[in-house]
């Protein structure tokens, strides 16, 4: 697809030398894109903001959050990786690693069969790790499902995955009782932000993963 409201289409250049070769994924954000680093000739992957003022003030916070995780070691702490932000116009631009595909569409191009056991254990390890890092500073994703989970290559066995999608996270000080955030499916009934939800929470991923399909469909 292309992006009329941002009148962003394949071979646009952003900023000064990042030339759009794919769209990987929309949102009411905007849009992410593959491009290229033409000083470079990297692949990378940028999420495209929108210039509308309450969608930059939400990009300001992710760039917040994210700075709070550049004390952790991307690899080891199973999260994507961050290479900056720059400006396009008026639009936020966040740079990113790029990564091989999302969980959701690995799990259907395996004929949407869900994973065994045996692949599901690893990458329920991985994601708890993952958390476990970002609650070491302090931060909460806050939208931990298929679609922000990716793989880092498709053809490793076992797959390495890694957390992406900052932009509901916050700081855990910031979180109260009785607020909803994240994406509906995935929140626990009481819409609370408690241990116990978080456990919901990784339990409807759990048989999202296993089975290709929701407990609640």
């Excluded at 793989?151 to 009785?178: Q, T, W, Y």
């Excluded at 994240?182 to 819409?191: F, I, K, L, R, S």
């Amino acid at each position: 697809f292309s992006s009329d409201e941002l009148e962003i289409v394949e071979g646009s250049i952003l900023g000064k030398h990042y030339k759009v070769e794919a769209f990987l994924g929309e949102g009411g954000f905007g849009i992410v894109a593959k491009c290229r680093d033409t000083t470079t000739n990297r692949a990378v992957a940028i999420k495209v903001n929108k210039s509308d003022p309450d969608i930059l003030q939400q990009a300001h916070v992710e760039i917040f959050i994210l700075e709070q995780l550049r004390r952790l070691d991307p690899d080891a702490a199973n999260i994507v990786q961050w290479n900056g932000f720059f400006h396009d116009g008026e639009r936020v631009c966040l740079k990113f690693e790029l990564l091989d595909q999302c969980l959701w569409d690995y799990i259907r191009d395996r004929n949407k069969q869900g994973l065994p056991i045996s692949e599901v254990r690893p990458i329920l390890g991985q994601l708890t790790n993952a958390l476990s890092h970002l609650s070491s500073v302090g931060i909460v994703h806050a939208d931990l499902k298929p679609a922000n989970i990716m793989v880092v290559n498709r053809h490793e066995s076992p797959i390495k995955v890694k957390l992406i999608d900052f932009g509901l996270a916050c700081p855990a000080s910031a979180v109260m009782p009785g607020e909803f955030v994240g994406t509906v499916g995935y929140c626990a009934p009481e819409v609370i932000s408690t241990t116990l939800a978080s456990q919901f929470n990784n339990g409807t991923l759990t048989y999202d993963i296993a089975t290709f399909s929701s407990p609640f469909c």
